[in-house]
Nanobody
Framework: QVQLVESGGRLVQAGGSLRLSCAASGFLFSRYVMKWYRQAPGKERELVATIGDAGDSTDYADSVKGRFTISRDNVKNTVYLQMNSLKPEDTAVYYC??????????WGRGTQVTVSS
């Protein structure tokens, strides 16, 4: 059974840091591109960060560049999102996503991040 389980979200003050984790199971994790998305209330889901299957390529939304870092551990089947210098506009539910050949195949249920001003 395929699962993506996010964790690490919580309430944090502006300027603080969080590390989100997404544990994968039920598929060959090392063959998949992994992405973090987020969705704020009343807004569309947006792509935050992407990491290649080997972890050697990353990409970020302009809004988080320089503050967030995506990484992965293909032994632990886990992808991470280190978030620094958090802002109130980073408040959202954060989802991890697994893609292969450009097709979005699996989603987690999300973890809530709330940044207070």
């Amino acid at each position: 059974q395929v699962q993506l389980v996010e964790s690490g979200g919580r309430l944090v003050q502006a300027g603080g840091s969080l590390r989100l984790s997404c544990a994968a199971s039920g598929f060959l994790f090392s063959r998949y591109v992994m992405k973090w998305y987020r969705q704020a209330p009343g807004k569309e889901r947006e792509l935050v960060a992407t990491i290649g299957d080997a972890g050697d390529s990353t990409d970020y939304a302009d809004s988080v560049k320089g503050r967030f870092t995506i990484s992965r551990d293909n032994v632990k089947n886990t992808v991470y999102l280190q978030m620094n210098s958090l802002k109130p506009e980073d408040t959202a539910v954060y989802y991890c996503n697994a893609q292969r050949f450009g097709v979005s195949l699996y989603w987690g249920r999300g973890t809530q991040v709330t940044v207070s001003s």
